[in-house]
């Protein structure tokens, strides 16, 4: 069934310190599962009906059990230094809010988000082949996910302590601390186990699909830390995942560090120099551990 992009847009204007620069609108939308689900807009102060330029424009997925407005404070005012516009969606799993793990009416509407955006705030206009998708934890899964579609052309991706392998995510909540309540939530939102039903699993595995992204040609940046103690093993969701990603020939790059899960997509840690090998902010004192090559090829 096709989605109408019919949408309700409120003004709202950020009064953080913290913030300064930029400003946050929301919009509302019809989400694949049917429920509304609302969307921040964050885009420097200075944009808007009368001053407007193309810019480019991310899709940033929120991280699991966490909302829209919760993964901003991952953003702060970046955006103001580009310029770039971010869109932040609550979303929709397909049974559950919060944790859509990468369910495919998920995906289609990360991949409707800047004609939402557009219907929204007629004003506002993307810089042609601009759109990006930078996400963390399952933030960083459904980036991945959207980069194997063909619906939406992405002119880059950053996934920072992504999960690519969701069965195996389930067999490692169970020993993994404070994780011990998700297999059941994921029962519910997949509509089964990975042994009864390891196809809805597999869908949803950025790992299954390393083919669809592999011929996107799509630039993907993949950051994962050694010390992650949520997702912790990363040696099978981003280490196997990026081996065969670059058998495949994908154009994909890697940082493996040592920090906290959630603590490198900030932007006091890593997001600066995940965001100036794309062009989005400048370059100027910020360290980008890729090659010039693979940072400026769009």
Not at 4 to 22: D, E, I, R
Not at 201 to 215: E, K, M, N, Q
Not at 252 to 261: F, L, Q
Not at 265 to 273: C, F, K, S, V
Request: charged share 15%; glycine share 10%; net charge positive.
């Amino acid at each position: 069934m096709r989605l109408a992009l019919a949408v309700v847009a409120v003004t709202a204007v950020a009064t953080s310190a913290a913030h300064a620069g930029v400003r946050t609108l929301t919009f509302t939308y019809r989400s694949s599962a049917g429920p509304e689900a609302t969307a921040y807009l964050v885009l420097p102060s200075w944009y808007g009906p009368t001053r407007h330029p193309p810019v480019p424009f991310v899709i940033s997925p929120h991280g699991r059990g966490v909302s829209g407005r919760y993964n901003l404070r991952f953003w702060g005012a970046i955006a103001g230094r580009g310029p770039f516009i971010v869109v932040s969606p609550d979303g929709h799993g397909r049974r559950l809010p919060f944790y859509s793990w990468g369910w495919r009416g998920q995906i289609d509407d990360l991949a409707r988000m800047p004609q939402l955006a557009r219907a929204a705030f007629p004003w506002l206009r993307i810089a042609p082949n601009r759109v990006y998708a930078i996400g963390d934890s399952m933030g960083a899964q459904e980036v991945l996910l959207l980069a194997a579609r063909h619906d939406i052309r992405l002119a880059g991706v950053a996934a920072f302590d992504p999960v690519s392998d969701m069965a195996a995510r389930y067999g490692a909540w169970s020993v993994t601390s404070g994780e011990q309540q998700l297999p059941a939530l994921a029962r519910i939102e997949f509509g089964g186990t990975p042994t009864g039903a390891p196809a809805l699993y597999a869908a949803r595995s950025p790992i299954d699909l390393v083919g669809a992204i592999a011929r996107s040609r799509v630039p993907i940046q993949l950051w994962w830390s050694r010390r992650d103690a949520v997702i912790t093993d990363q040696h099978v969701q981003s280490a196997r995942f990026y081996a065969r990603l670059v058998a495949r020939g994908a154009r994909v790059r890697r940082v493996v560090g040592d920090w906290a899960h959630g603590h490198a997509m900030h932007p006091q840690t890593h997001l600066p120099a995940a965001l100036a090998c794309f062009g989005l902010i400048p370059s100027g004192g910020v360290r980008v551990p890729f090659g010039s090559a693979f940072c400026t090829s769009r």
